[in-house]
Every structure is written in structure tokens, then in C-alpha cells.
């Protein structure tokens, strides 16, 4: 069955940014400039955090707004096919959220793969990978 990255308890969030430090560590790099998961601040401590990641749409705009087809449907969410993208940011400016983030170094967008590695580095169980049916 596939699995899909939820955002499970978004209160229990602090901004320690391991989900984004693990998520951008894939590439074999520290920093933040290759995450697909962010945290932004909703008013601060007082008032939270919310967490930036693809909530893999069924009809995802970011793969409709791409002008050469190189944003697939993946089992879950989408998949980026590089040696197709012409770096046109489409798919950036077509997400509701904000969750196609760009690497700036590639100019290649980046897009949540729901591989789940963010969710094993929280520790506030903010994230979990959930089953979602028809996979």
C-alpha cells in the first residue's frame, strides 16, 4: 500500500527544522537549499508554526502548469523528471501552498517524494507517513 507524508499534530511544532535538515540531507548536503518540507513562523511562538509540504493533490495543479511534462503523477504525489525541466518555476507559482520549493543552484524544483526520512527526525511527532488507498 502507499504511503503519504501527513502533517499530524501541527501544534506539538517548535521550529527546530530537523524534518527540513534530514529532508535536504538526501542529497548528500547539509542546509536547507534542497528540503522539500519548510517551517514558517504563524505569528511566532505564541501563535505557532505551520509546516510547508506537498500535500499530494489528486489533481495536482503543479503537474497541469507544467509546459513539457516534467512534473509526473507518481503511486503518491508527483515526481520531477530533471533531464525534462526547462526551469520555468510554473510549477512553483501554481502550488495553493507553496510546496514545490526551487533549488537555485540546479534550477530544478523540488517536490516532497513522501519518502518519510523527515517524519523519522521529529521529534514532536508532527509528521507520519499514513497508508492511502489505491496504491
Not at 510546496?99 to 540546479?106: C, G
Not at 534550477?107 to 499514513?130: D, M, Q, S, W
Amino acid at each position: 500500500m502507499a504511503r503519504r507524508l501527513s502533517v499530524v499534530d501541527v501544534e506539538r511544532c517548535v521550529d527546530c527544522l530537523l524534518c527540513a535538515l534530514a529532508c535536504a540531507r538526501r542529497f548528500g548536503e547539509g542546509g536547507l537549499a534542497r528540503s522539500a518540507i519548510a517551517v514558517r513562523s504563524a505569528g511566532g511562538v505564541e501563535r505557532g508554526f505551520v509546516v510547508v509540504v506537498c500535500r499530494a493533490c489528486s489533481d495536482p495543479p503543479c503537474l497541469a502548469a507544467c509546459p513539457v511534462g516534467a512534473v509526473e503523477k507518481a503511486r503518491v504525489g508527483v515526481k520531477v523528471l530533471a533531464d525534462r525541466c526547462i526551469g520555468c518555476r510554473a510549477c512553483v507559482a501554481a502550488c495553493p501552498i507553496g510546496a514545490v520549493a526551487w533549488d537555485e543552484e540546479r534550477g530544478k524544483p523540488v517536490i516532497c517524494v513522501h519518502c518519510g526520512l523527515c517524519a523519522t527526525f521529529c521529534p514532536h511527532g508532527v509528521l507520519a507517513l499514513e497508508e492511502v488507498g489505491g496504491g
